[in-house]
């Protein structure tokens, strides 16, 4: 039934009016579990990967809003955070789900399997992974998946693929700064690292950022990644 839908919708003409009826919905139903339960879906994902001997750093969003207004961002709805892809052991996944958090979807490429990012829930909030991969002496990368062109998803994994933004982050060491009554490992350049994002004046606060507000530092290499579901 749905994929009729949106066949019907994409036929019309209404597919992206569609997709933001339904996100609405979606928000709205993340927002009440965010304020109920975004605190400890945090810390215990951090003491997940500390068990799995893994750094976990706030990041994108889930960061801004630790450095800049000590909490979560008002009208963030899921935690974004990153590791070190190296660090991950192989029991990795397992670990994080003897932990309560289920694993949905993950991008990857198709060349020789690396996982972009995979998306976790638990209590219906989403924790999103970025894995960063060293991209240079100085720098580690993380890539951004976003929507196809003019494909729905669906089609998109079956054929070409979806663009994506590879974002560079110097390296940096780690240090605990507490948040909520909780050690988090933040990176010493954390300043950098917000910049990189958001820009020169990542500490004014705007409401409903969105990728295409980016800043200069990201880059867009010509290869695709795809999409894995669990569920």
């Given amino acids: 039934m749905r994929d009729l839908i949106v066949k019907i919708a994409l036929k019309l003409g209404l597919y992206k ?7 609405f919905f979606i928000d709205l139903k993340k927002n009440w579990y965010f304020k109920k339960y975004g ?8 003491e997940a990967c500390r ?22 961002i008002p009208y963030d709805n899921d935690i974004d955070v990153a590791v070190i892809a190296s660090q991950r052991p192989d029991n990795f996944i397992e670990i994080l789900e003897n932990a309560g958090f289920r694993l949905e979807t993950s991008f990857y490429f198709k060349e020789d ?4 990012t995979e998306h976790f829930v638990r209590n219906h909030v989403q924790v999103d992974i970025f894995n ?21 998803w669906k089609e998109a994994n079956q ?3 979806f663009p994506f933004g590879l974002w560079p982050f110097v390296k940096s060491d780690l240090v605990e700064t507490e948040y909520f009554g909780h050690l988090f490992y933040m990176p010493e350049k954390t300043e950098e690292w917000l910049k990189g994002v958001y820009g020169e ?6 409401k409903n950022w969105t990728i295409g507000k980016r800043t200069t530092r990201r880059i867009l290499p010509k290869e695709r990644i795809y999409r894995k579901y669990y569920i």
């Fill in 17 to 23: 009016k569609l997709v933001k009826l339904d996100t």
């Fill in 39 to 46: 605190v400890k879906t945090l810390i215990d994902f951090d």
């Fill in 51 to 72: 068990k799995a001997g893994v750094q976990m750093i706030p990041f994108f969003g889930t960061q801004l809003g630790l450095f800049r207004d000590n909490g979560f």
């Fill in 113 to 116: 399997g690396r996982e972009v």
């Fill in 132 to 152: 960063l991969y060293d991209f240079s002496d100085q720098d580690y990368c993380c890539y951004v998946a976003y929507r196809h062109e003019t494909k729905e």
């Fill in 159 to 161: 054929t070409d693929g």
């Fill in 201 to 206: 004046d990542f500490m004014t606060p705007v």
